[in-house]
Nanobody, 119 residues
Framework: QVQLVESGGGLVQAGGSLRLSCAAS????????MAWFRQAPGKEREFVAR????????DYADSVKGRFTISRDNAKNTVYLQMNSLKPEDTAVYYC????????????WGQGTQVTVSS
């Protein structure tokens, strides 16, 4: 079992930056691939970024590539999402998720943190 708690959301002007954090419980954090998703009002949840267990691989949605950076610190059981050059269309609830070894789906989800970008 992994419990995930996001933080770092808030209100920011377009062009600004935020760093989201996701703290995980348990001693097996390093065995999970991690990802960030987001859901805007009236839209389906969408993939934002993912990172492998040992940080040797990352992947991003085209809409955030070059602006967002995902990273993790396995010693602190935390995954981060650095968001730069924010746009109003980045406004959403951001969720972190964990995927176990050999799993296809993300098994565990946080409660989400709101990011609002004003124009």
């Amino acid at each position: 079992q992994v419990q995930l708690v996001e933080s770092g959301g808030g209100l920011v002007q377009a062009g600004g930056s935020l760093r989201l954090s996701c703290a995980a419980s348990g001693r097996t954090f390093s065995s999970y691939a991690m990802a960030w998703f987001r859901q805007a009002p009236g839209k389906e949840r969408e993939f934002v970024a993912r990172i492998s267990r040992n940080s040797d691989s990352t992947d991003y949605a085209d809409s955030v590539k070059g602006r967002f950076t995902i990273s993790r610190d396995n010693a602190k059981n935390t995954v981060y999402l650095q968001m730069n050059s924010l746009k109003p269309e980045d406004t959403a609830v951001y969720y972190c998720a964990a995927r176990g070894v050999f799993k296809v789906q993300y098994d565990y989800w946080g409660q989400g943190t709101q990011v609002t970008v004003s124009s």
